[in-house]
């Protein structure tokens, strides 16, 4: 690993200052909704017709598997997820409703807006920041799988 630079470090305050700006859009569109931040992850994240594991659930929401069954808990309550077995009978998964699944285009729609400051810059610009975040996010992507 390198040694960060002047830029480098720049660059990673500026992605945390749009990272927190685009999150505070995430916790809007979860409001709208009526749901908490983590409940609206778990939407976000379940893939129609998929089942997740309440453990792997867990992991992408980083917290612990005793806060996931009271999220659930409430996605269930209002129709959008159902909890079921896999085939490892000793394994809970968790699927998206058809509701579920409606509210997931929802929020998938409102977080892949393109924000203002990026519709802003010049089709070059956005072609070339598409192409460096591309690579930046293959390496972690790579990093990830090991």
Known sequence: MGKATREAMQIAEILYELLQAQKRVFHATAK???LSPQQAATVLNLEPGAGMPMSALA???????????GIVDKLEARGFAKRGQA??????VLTLTEA????????????HTPPEWLLALAREDQRQLHEILKRGLE???AAGAR
């Open 87 to 92: 085939e490892d009978r000793r394994v809970k």
């Open 100 to 111: 579920g699944v409606a509210l997931r285009n929802v929020i998938r729609e409102r977080m």
């Open 59 to 69: 992991e992408l929401l980083m917290c612990d598997a005793s806060n996931v069954t």
């Open 32 to 34: 709208e909704h009526g």
């Open 139 to 141: 390496s972690v992507r």
